[in-house]
């Protein structure tokens, strides 16, 4: 696997010999993928999204291909953050990756506990997934309420001494309003674009496809969008942001770093190939390389824009 100074950085403490992650949701917990990638050589390997409770998930389809992507409603299906402590991490400890672990919950309380129970050895950060209902509140969606978003940050943060790093929706009419209101609620980064709201219709039964109607659309086909949304929000806060959302090549992910971000993570890429993320860090390096630059953070937001 490749090794690069080129790519090796400090990124909120945690030592990477890249800036390419993996998404939530598309990796599993890491070991699924040790047949195809070093994992060790990964900048982080962000586990499946996690909760108090195991989660059955969703019932019926639960991911189907459309245009350019794909379509998933999983439902959070999960063995609950104490299966996950108690056998599962100190499992894929062997791999010695960086692990960050997404969460979700139903309140800002349950952020603040799983926060809690994860403030341990072997974890490196943890990431909130606010696309979740808020129970308490009616089913307000965290990740489309600023307010709500800026609490969950602040009971996380309040519970541990980890980096949290909050996942931005992409579903809100003012993603820069989302990401400065976590920034001020202490988030040690951002990443973005979790997946758009779509859905998928069979036109021989006129029924929905996927069991929940609805799912999270991802793959190259919300790329654009995610580079806007990246671009915007690094212009507008201090913080890191780890950039996602279709990317599928070293070219894709360049896109990214030149709109700001300082690292990327990928997802549905893992889908179609298992060494997709080999792939990526091998692709910037040889980029690198050939534009005679010596490190990736001297083309994070260097983005050309206005006249020459």
Request: hydrophobic share 45%; glycine share 10%.
């Amino acid at each position: 696997m490749l090794r690069s100074s080129r790519l090796e950085m400090d990124f909120l403490g945690m030592k990477m010999h890249t800036p390419v992650m993996t998404a939530s949701g598309t990796f599993g917990f890491g070991e699924e993928f040790e047949e195809f990638t070093d994992l060790s050589a990964l900048g982080a390997v962000v586990v499946k999204g996690t909760t108090l409770a195991p989660r059955r998930g969703n019932d019926g389809v639960r991911m189907t291909e459309t245009a350019g992507g794909m379509l998933n409603s999983i439902g959070l299906e999960n063995p609950g953050v104490d299966y996950f402590l108690q056998t599962i991490l100190p499992r894929i400890a062997k791999h010695q990756m960086n692990v960050i672990v997404n969460i979700s919950g139903g309140s800002a309380e349950e952020y603040g506990e799983l926060a809690k129970r994860l403030d341990v050895p072997g974890v490196s950060a943890i990431e909130l997934n606010v696309s979740c209902p808020n129970v308490k509140d009616g089913g307000i969606i965290f990740g489309t309420d600023p307010k709500a978003a800026a609490a969950v940050v602040r009971e996380a943060k309040t519970h541990t001494n980890k980096p949290v790093i909050l996942k931005l929706s992409p579903n809100v009419t003012d993603i820069v309003q989302m990401a400065r209101a976590v920034e001020d609620a202490g988030a040690d980064a951002v990443s973005l674009i979790n997946t758009l709201l779509g859905m998928a219709i069979d036109i021989q039964t006129w029924r929905p496809v996927l069991g929940n109607i609805t799912g999270g659309l991802s793959g190259p086909c919300v790329k654009p969008v995610a580079l806007r949304m990246v671009w915007q929000v690094a212009q507008a806060v201090k913080i890191p942001v780890i950039g996602m959302g279709g990317i599928m090549t070293a070219e894709d992910a360049i896109e990214f770093f030149l709109a700001g971000a300082s690292a990327v993570a990928v997802g549905t890429a893992n889908f179609c190939d298992p060494a997709a993320t080999r792939n990526i860090m091998q692709g910037l390096d040889d980029y690198l390389q050939h534009r005679k630059i010596s490190h990736i953070r001297e083309i994070v937001g260097k983005l050309v824009v206005g006249k020459e």
